[in-house]
């Protein structure tokens, strides 16, 4: 059973260009959740998602981020016309889904994305 | 606001010396707390986790973490530390009401001197 996968683990863009984050959970899970890690500093919670709903976007940014589960296919976060304060190690973790304590999240390896 | 501290940025011990590492958070009734650890340039790896029940949790590698609720406490501990536990280590909350968002502290980075 594989674990969580994501792509590319690493990423560089030049300012102003957009940035596309790959998440594939692992098999059964329905439950997708993303993390930031900037330089130096703890994850914090982005975006909570199941199949095709945003449940709790409460982390993402106002402006320039997004992020989709489609019903096929992997977790996309999308960062649009970015800039170098976006750089950070971005994880993805999936779980079983629900609200219940063994709802335990797996982490994926992380995109390390650097803006020039 | 949930809110976990690790007081120790860095922590630095002799191999086969044992190891606590402090972990405090604020929450409003007992909470889901894990401790995660993170080689460089990898995942998260899960150690151990505590829902409820027995206060003394065991996990992988040999680590161990009390939950202390009058010390809003969950201390990690490895009575004999490997070079290979050189890493860095996250304490966590697992927030129930919202969703098990986890909301982490900043991380300790532990060294081992041969």
């Known amino acids: 059973n594989a674990g969580v996968m994501q792509n590319p683990r690493h990423l560089v863009r030049r300012r102003g260009q957009e940035a596309r984050l790959r998440c594939s959970p692992m098999?059964?899970?329905?439950?997708v959740y993303w993390y930031r890690q900037l330089p130096e500093e703890g994850l914090k919670f982005m975006v909570y998602?199941?199949?095709?709903?945003?449940?709790?976007e409460s982390g993402m940014p106002k402006e320039r981020f997004s992020a989709e589960f489609p019903k096929e296919g992997p977790s996309i976060l999308r960062i649009q016309q970015v800039v170098r304060g976006d750089s950070a190690a971005y994880f993805c973790?999936?779980?079983?889904?629900?609200?219940?304590?063994?709802?335990?999240?797996?982490f994926g390896p992380g995109t390390r994305l650097t803006v020039l | 606001a949930q809110s976990v501290t690790q007081p120790d940025i860095h922590i630095t011990v002799s191999e086969g010396a044992s190891l606590e590492l402090r972990c405090n958070y604020s929450?409003?009734?007992?909470?889901?707390l894990f401790w995660y650890v993170q080689s460089p340039g990898q995942g998260l790896q899960l150690l151990l986790k505590?829902?409820?029940?027995?206060?003394l949790v065991q996990g992988i590698k040999g680590f161990e973490a009390e939950f202390k609720r009058s010390q809003s406490s969950f201390n990690l501990r490895k009575p004999s530390v490997h070079w290979s536990d050189a890493a860095e280590y996250f304490c966590?909350?697992?927030?129930?009401?919202?969703?098990?968002?986890?909301?982490f502290g900043a991380g300790t980075r532990l060294a081992v001197h041969p």
């Open positions: 998602l199941q199949k095709e709903n945003i449940i709790d």
């Open positions: 505590y829902f409820s029940g027995d206060t």
């Open positions: 973790a999936s779980s079983p889904g629900g609200r219940g304590p063994y709802n335990e999240q797996f």
């Open positions: 098999k059964g899970h329905s439950h």
């Open positions: 929450y409003g009734a007992t909470p889901y």
């Open positions: 966590a909350v697992g927030d129930p009401g919202g969703y098990n968002k986890l909301i």
